[in-house]
């Protein structure tokens, strides 16, 4: 699975043995010897990819420079790579996200299964994002009335309760119904409530 690493870490050997280790393994390879060099450009989020980011480094940490990329968006998956691990970073870092929490010197057979851990987790996030994006779109192309019976069908409401609710009849209702789970593309009610509550417009409870 190729793509390319991004390799964050102020041991300038470090960063040339790591790179001619991935190289090798068919990865492309940008090194930055410092947080704010990778700021300064930053990754391309739609590439295949991941970071390779050392915990100690100067100005801004690996931790820091984590928590910046969460903040810009940036969906790329990060690996820690550490001389010294304590469990405090570790358990910090992992609760912000990054994949996998490594200790130097690692084997190359090590790296890699964590590397392609981390682009198979990207690979399914990216597919997450472009399912979302489309349930985005198709949800943009209902009508007001059908907007309406939309939220009151996720929320289980029957047809007489949501004809009572925006002022129409059943059969009005039964049509709209039948225009949104078109349009929406799904072909039943389960899959609908699924729709809202992956776009976050339901609670645990439904309402």
Known sequence: MPGLVHVVDDDESFRTAIERRLKLAGYEVATYASARELLDSPPDDGQMGCILLDVRIPDLSGPDLQARLIASGSMLPIIFLTGHADTPTTVRAIKAGAEDFLTKPI??????????????????AHAQRSRLD??????ATL??????GFDLIVRGRI???IAHEIGTTERTVKAHRHQVMEKMQVHSLAELVSIAERLGMLDPDGH
């Open 159 to 161: 047809n007489k309760q």
């Open 143 to 148: 009508t007001q009335r059908e907007r309406q």
């Open 107 to 124: 084997s190359s057979e090590q790296l890699l299964e964590a590397i392609e851990r981390a682009l198979a987790s990207q690979q399914t």
């Open 134 to 139: 489309a349930f985005r779109r198709h949800l």
